[in-house]
């Protein structure tokens, strides 16, 4: 079965691999991150040629997790290229460490406004709800019950996350 | 985390829970090298909140819907995947 994925965060890491094992293993997807077209170019030039060298259908779209208006308008323009949306690979996020006292409130705040606020399951939801295919959602999540105390800013976060949407961690 | 750990095997079981059948995709899966616990505690707060879930009256979270709203038969039930 086919389906059209989205995948965030997909600009290094397990996200990176798994929107290229997705797309190998036959499936749509959109690969989503910010700045396509400034710092990201390189990324999404990067893609656009596995894609080609592979015979897969990899694609980049601009998505900032953090912003609803940028969230609608990526899910309506996959919708509207596919007619779907069948899955949520939801893996975006950013890795901080260091002690907590290295860290200000506001960088603090940040972080968890990434790693906890953004990572709801995006105005993708109903959408998948309506779909072909019943709804489902994906995510790689680290680091959910231990954390050790220099990786303090990030490792927080993910507990939080948990708590937050008890479905999905 | 072991020297010997693929790093994609990550990808690879998001590939894997993509791909099976509605109805006996699992609720969680753990790629863990470190084994730093998460499994184990999972376990016991997935029976649990499945308890839970069931003296309040709303098994029914618990086991996936097709479009029409009906459960599914599911071959690894989340209480017993847990338990």
């Given at each position: 079965?086919?389906?059209?994925v989205?995948v965030?965060?997909?600009?290094?890491?397990f996200g990176?691999l798994a929107a290229r094992a997705l797309?190998?293993a036959?499936h749509?997807?959109?690969?989503?991150?910010?700045?396509?077209?400034?710092?990201?170019?390189?990324?999404?030039?990067?893609?656009?040629?596995?894609?080609?060298?592979?015979?897969?259908?990899?694609?980049?779209?601009?998505?900032?997790?953090?912003?609803?208006?940028?969230?609608?308008?990526?899910?309506?323009?996959?919708?509207?290229?596919?007619?779907?949306?069948?899955v949520?690979v939801h893996n975006?996020?950013?890795?901080?460490?260091?002690?907590?006292?290295?860290?200000?409130?506001?960088?603090?705040?940040?972080?968890?406004?990434?790693?906890?606020?953004?990572?709801?399951?995006?105005?993708?939801?109903?959408?998948?709800?309506?779909?072909?295919?019943?709804?489902l959602?994906a995510r790689a999540?680290?680091?959910?019950?231990?954390?050790?105390?220099?990786?303090?800013?990030?490792?927080?976060?993910?507990?939080?996350?948990?708590?937050?949407?008890?479905?999905?961690? | 985390?072991?020297?010997?750990?693929?790093?994609s095997a990550v990808a690879d079981a998001i590939v894997m829970v993509v791909d099976a059948?509605?109805?006996?995709?699992?609720?969680?899966t753990?790629i863990?090298?470190?084994?730093?616990?998460?499994?184990?505690?999972?376990?016991?707060?997935?029976?649990?909140?499945?308890?839970?879930?069931?003296?309040?009256?709303?098994?029914?979270?618990?086991?996936?819907?097709?479009?029409?709203?009906?459960?599914?038969?599911?071959?690894?039930?989340?209480?017993?995947?847990?338990?």
């Amino acid at each position: 079965m086919n389906y059209v994925v989205v995948v965030t965060g997909p600009s290094s890491g397990f996200g990176a691999l798994a929107a290229r094992a997705l797309a190998l293993a036959g499936h749509t997807v959109y690969a989503s991150m910010r700045e396509t077209k400034g710092r990201n170019a390189a990324q999404v030039k990067e893609l656009g040629r596995y894609a080609a060298d592979h015979g897969v259908d990899l694609r980049s779209i601009e998505l900032d997790v953090g912003s609803e208006k940028s969230c609608e308008a990526a899910i309506q323009e996959i919708v509207l290229k596919n007619g779907r949306l069948d899955v949520l690979v939801h893996n975006a996020g950013h890795m901080v460490f260091g002690p907590a006292e290295a860290f200000t409130p506001e960088q603090l705040t940040e972080q968890y406004d990434v790693n906890v606020w953004a990572l709801r399951p995006l105005p993708a939801s109903p959408i998948i709800l309506r779909t072909q295919d019943p709804p489902l959602t994906a995510r790689a999540s680290p680091s959910t019950r231990q954390a050790l105390t220099r990786d303090f800013p990030s490792k927080f976060s993910r507990p939080s996350l948990r708590l937050c949407r008890p479905t999905w961690m | 985390v072991p020297p010997d750990v693929d790093v994609s095997a990550v990808a690879d079981a998001i590939v894997m829970v993509v791909d099976a059948p509605f109805g006996e995709r699992p609720f969680r899966t753990h790629i863990d090298p470190t084994q730093d616990g998460a499994e184990v505690v999972n376990a016991v707060s997935d029976r649990v909140r499945a308890e839970l879930m069931g003296r309040i009256g709303r098994s029914d979270v618990l086991v996936p819907k097709d479009l029409t709203g009906s459960p599914v038969e599911v071959s690894q039930p989340l209480q017993a995947a847990a338990g």
